[in-house]
């Protein structure tokens, strides 16, 4: 596996991820146009385009970019970067870099970034505040083209020096309130959503093929 990838997918045999209902780290992306600027897809003629007004801020993202995470120097910024070409080459599972805006999330200790997929669709990037053998590594997560209105979203656990602890965070199209969710435990999760983003922070996870379900109160 390239760096790259090893650092974006981080470190795979230390984590386990839940994107989209599935074991995994990065969902293909095949979406609708979003708003926050560049050329996507056409959207479907019978329904107006999910917008997310995130992608349209004008706020520095204050996610360093780096060429590639294959070499380290001691003077590379501090904390979370993202490296500005995919692992594969062409590979459309990537974010857009130049449309990368960072999220205002209500759980402490987090930090979480909202972007365009290279094909067309929405993606959030996580950083839970933890380090891993020296660096920050971040998590990946597009949406598919159905589940556009749905938004992307990842869960981590096993997270070092955190046992027990169980992140999830996501963005949902403009208009949506909250999201629902139901966990491992059959309870039932319900989380406010800001500015397109939510973040949950607990000790059970999802359960297994459950995806956060968005909810509008207007």
């Not at 094909?119 to 053998?133: H, K, M, T």
């Not at 949506?176 to 500015?195: E, F, K, L, N, R």
């Amino acid at each position: 596996m390239a760096p790259d990838a090893a650092f974006v997918r981080r470190l795979l045999s230390r984590r386990k991820y839940l994107v989209g209902g599935m074991i995994g780290v990065i969902a293909v992306t095949v979406a609708l146009l979003l708003s926050g600027g560049g050329t996507a897809a056409t959207a479907s003629p019978s329904s107006a385009a999910p917008t997310y007004s995130a992608l349209a801020s004008a706020e520095p993202s204050g996610l360093p970019l780096v060429s590639s995470h294959s070499k380290r120097e001691a003077g590379d910024p501090v904390g979370p970067t993202f490296p500005v070409q995919p692992p594969r080459e062409g590979d459309e599972n990537w974010p857009v870099i130049s449309s990368i805006r960072r999220l205002h999330l209500e759980a402490q200790g987090l930090s979480a970034w909202i972007a365009r997929s290279v094909a067309g669709g929405v993606c959030v990037i996580l950083y839970d505040g933890v380090s891993v053998e020296g660096v920050s590594p971040v998590d990946l997560s597009c949406s598919s083209p159905e589940g556009l209105e749905r938004g992307a979203s990842v869960e981590v656990s096993e997270i070092p020096g955190e046992p027990g602890e169980v992140v999830a965070v996501g963005v949902v199209p403009d208009g949506v309130d909250s999201v629902s969710q139901t966990m491992a435990d059959g309870s039932t999760s319900t989380t406010p959503v800001v500015g397109n983003a939510w973040a949950r922070v607990g000790d059970v996870a999802a359960a297994p093929g459950q995806e956060p379900t968005p909810t509008s109160e207007g």
